[in-house]
Every structure is written in structure tokens, then in C-alpha cells.
């Protein structure tokens, strides 16, 4: 058995100081199957091959098939306590309810765990990471967990912590449009369908006439996605605000470090695979200018400034899809408040606003391993 991290118990086994920073650390994808875990699968073929085993892990629905990584197929195993056996970071692409459960049972197996769901978030003994806004945060955390935030909040927040830190942040109202990934592979495979039923025909200029072709397709959206837009993510929380809605305030906040900070969210569904965009309203302590923050954001790691409109030039899901950065187009300064920038921004929501930024905090633990 392979020990989890210099200094802390290895299972019973003692190694040499030098063969434990020696070798490189051993991975575990939790979830590979889903629609983030199969992007994280790319993610981890494309960049620096720090790791040593990456295991593949899913429900027992998924034991036994073979997912391709770094090239070579690699076997699912199902979810089980030995799985970690042996594992340093353990990344977790699961539902809430599965890594509320089994995220604890990694680290008592020696892992540091990434996870990518909603469950740990707000604890405030995890710390909720964005290495290019918090890294040294990611250091820090007495559960042996780090949670990655949730895809809307880390498709505008790089992007919202370099204007921040140059002109510091007062206020924030965000109106997002959020692809159909964001609800998981079936959300893509309920558009899909959709688009299917309704493709060549006239429909959608008569009330209901989509939503009776789609029948009850409807998928995990409360009304028909194609050739529609759905003002709804997530469940329903007290005084009529969606869960969506406050994961952007509460995260943006934690991120930040600023539990103060005034933000308001209006999250929508629409009907784009993959990539959300979202029309941010930033008020800041300092005055600003557009080209202020089109330098900022230029020279901002992880982020690509596309703001020519005159020449139709500004950032769409459907260019920006499958990419990493975020993009940040359409910045004016407000016309009523010197000290306020309207901006679109649009990420990936499966790449940086998952995927990458996981592989990013899995880079930082392993580096910290030795690896
Ligand atoms: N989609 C996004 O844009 C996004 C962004 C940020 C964060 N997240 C979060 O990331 C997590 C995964 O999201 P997703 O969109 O990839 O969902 P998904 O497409 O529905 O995939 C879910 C994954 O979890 C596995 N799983 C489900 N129940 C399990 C169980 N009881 N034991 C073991 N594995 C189980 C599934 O394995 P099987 O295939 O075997 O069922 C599958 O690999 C969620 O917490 C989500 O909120 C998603």
C-alpha cells in the first residue's frame, strides 16, 4: 500500500522520505463517467502527466467498462471503500448525496479529496478554491477536502477577481444563461431529444405547441428547453430564490473573502449544450475605465478579452465551448455610475467551470505531495 501524504499515517506501511516524494502521486476519478468526469478524462490526457495510477470510479451501474485516459483503457470500478485503497487525491465528479457520504470515507483512507459537488462548499473547514484567485487557500483544509465551486460562479469569477483586485468589488448583479451540461449528461440528452422532435417543423409561435411536441421529455428542466428559455436552475429555496442563485452569491462571497458582498443572481436556463455566458453588472469602490479594464483583463491568467463589436467581435457559448478560458467581451462603463463596468462573460461550464479547475486544485495538492 502506498502511503497519502509525507507525515501523515500511511495505512501501516513505512516508506523511505525519499521514495515517497520520489513517486508520483496516485489519482482516483470518482464519477468518471458523467458528463464532468468524461471531460475531466480529457483534461487529465491533455496536461502534464503528474500522476501515477489514475483509477476510474462510478456507481456499480458503470463496473466493468473500459473509459480511455492518457491514452489507454482503463477499467470502471464501482464505488466501494477499497476503491481508495492506496489513493492521494481522489477527485469527485458524484451527486451531492454521494460525496456527502463517501468524500469522508477518501480521506480516512489517506486521500486529499477535490470535489466537485455542492456538499461541502459552504463548510467553512473546506476551503472553496480558484487557484488563480485563492490558490493559498487550498492549503488549508482540516477535513482533508477541497471544494471546487459551482460552474456559474467560476465562469465569471477569474474573470471578477482581477477587476477586484484592482478596483475593488462592491457589488455584483448577474443575469446568467446557462447551457444544458450544467444539469449533467442528461441534461444534453434531454435537448437533444427535444431538438429531434421538434427539427423541421413550424412549431413555436403558438402557446404551448413546443411543450406539446416534447411531451413529457422534459428531463430535469421544468419546461421544454429547445426553442425556449427556462428561468430556472437547481431547487427552490426560501422566498421564491433558486439554489443556483445563491451558489453564485454564497461562493463569490466565500472565494472573495468578502462576506459582505452585495450580489443578486437571476439564473436561466437556454437551450446551448455546453458553456455558460452571463451579463454581469460590477460595482466597484474606485472609479473605472473601459480601457482600465480591458488591460486588466488582458493581462489576467486564464482569461481572453474578445470586445470588438463593430466588428461583430465578442464572445458566444458556441465559440467558446470545448475551450479553457474565460471570456470576457461587450465591458462598457455604466452610462449612470462611474464606478460600475457592464461585462459578458462566458466559460466553459465543464472545463473551467469543473473539470479544468479541479485538475488545477488536484495540481496544487500534488505539488504539495511531492508530486
Ligand atoms: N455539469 C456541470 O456543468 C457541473 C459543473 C460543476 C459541478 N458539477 C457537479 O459535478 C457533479 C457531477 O455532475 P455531472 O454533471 O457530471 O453529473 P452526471 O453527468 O449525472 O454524472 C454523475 C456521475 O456520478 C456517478 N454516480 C451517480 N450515482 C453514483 C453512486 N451512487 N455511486 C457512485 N457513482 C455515482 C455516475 O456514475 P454512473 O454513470 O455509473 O451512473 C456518473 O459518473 C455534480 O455534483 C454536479 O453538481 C457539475
Not at 496536461?47 to 482503463?74: M, Q, Y
Not at 421529455?217 to 445563491?246: C, H, M
Request: proline share 6%; with cysteine; glycine share 10%.
Amino acid at each position: 500500500m502506498i502511503p497519502a501524504e509525507a507525515g501523515r499515517p500511511s495505512h501501516g506501511v513505512t516508506v523511505a522520505a525519499d521514495a515517497r516524494t520520489a513517486r508520483k502521486p496516485h489519482l482516483a476519478v470518482v464519477g468518471a463517467t458523467g458528463a464532468v468526469g468524461t471531460v475531466l478524462l480529457g483534461i487529465l490526457s491533455a496536461r502534464a502527466d503528474i500522476w501515477g495510477e489514475i483509477r476510474l470510479i462510478a456507481s456499480p451501474r458503470s463496473a466493468g467498462r473500459k473509459l480511455t485516459v492518457r491514452g489507454e483503457e482503463v477499467e470502471v470500478a464501482a464505488l466501494s471503500e477499497d476503491a481508495f485503497d492506496g489513493i492521494d487525491v481522489a477527485m469527485f465528479d458524484v451527486p451531492d448525496e454521494v460525496s456527502a457520504q463517501w468524500a469522508p470515507v477518501a480521506v480516512s483512507k489517506g486521500a486529499v479529496v477535490v470535489d466537485n459537488s455542492g456538499a461541502f462548499r459552504m463548510d467553512p473547514d473546506v476551503p472553496l478554491v480558484v487557484p488563480e484567485v485563492n490558490a493559498h487557500a487550498a492549503r488549508v483544509r482540516p477535513r482533508g477536502i477541497v471544494a471546487n465551486p459551482n460552474c456559474t460562479t467560476l465562469s465569471m469569477i477569474v474573470a471578477l477577481g482581477a477587476l477586484h483586485a484592482e478596483y475593488g468589488l462592491s457589488e455584483l448583479i448577474v443575469s446568467s444563461y446557462q447551457a444544458v451540461s450544467g444539469a449533467g449528461q442528461a441534461g444534453v440528452d434531454t435537448l437533444r431529444a427535444q431538438l429531434s422532435a421538434i427539427s423541421g417543423t413550424e412549431l413555436g409561435s403558438a402557446p404551448g405547441d413546443v411543450r406539446r411536441a416534447v411531451g413529457d421529455t422534459l428531463g430535469p428542466f421544468p419546461a421544454p428547453i429547445a426553442l425556449n428559455v427556462v428561468p430556472w436552475a437547481g431547487s427552490l429555496r426560501e422566498d421564491g430564490w433558486s439554489s443556483e442563485e445563491l451558489k453564485v452569491r454564497n461562493e463569490s462571497r466565500k472565494i472573495l473573502g468578502m462576506p459582505d458582498l452585495r450580489v443578486t443572481a437571476t439564473c436561466v436556463r437556454v437551450p446551448v449544450i455546453t458553456t455558460h455566458s452571463l451579463a454581469v453588472h460590477a460595482r466597484f469602490e474606485n472609479e473605472v475605465t473601459v480601457a482600465g479594464a480591458h488591460e486588466i483583463l488582458a493581462s489576467a491568467p486564464g482569461v481572453v478579452v474578445s470586445d470588438d463589436p463593430a466588428e461583430g467581435e465578442f464572445p458566444t457559448p458556441s465559440d467558446v465551448a470545448g475551450t479553457d478560458p474565460t471570456w470576457v467581451g461587450r465591458v462598457r462603463r455604466s452610462l449612470d455610475d462611474p464606478r460600475a463596468l457592464e461585462l459578458f462573460v462566458c466559460g466553459d461550464n465543464l472545463r473551467k467551470g469543473a473539470a479544468l479547475n479541479a485538475a488545477q486544485i488536484g495540481e496544487l495538492v500534488a505539488a504539495e505531495l511531492g508530486g
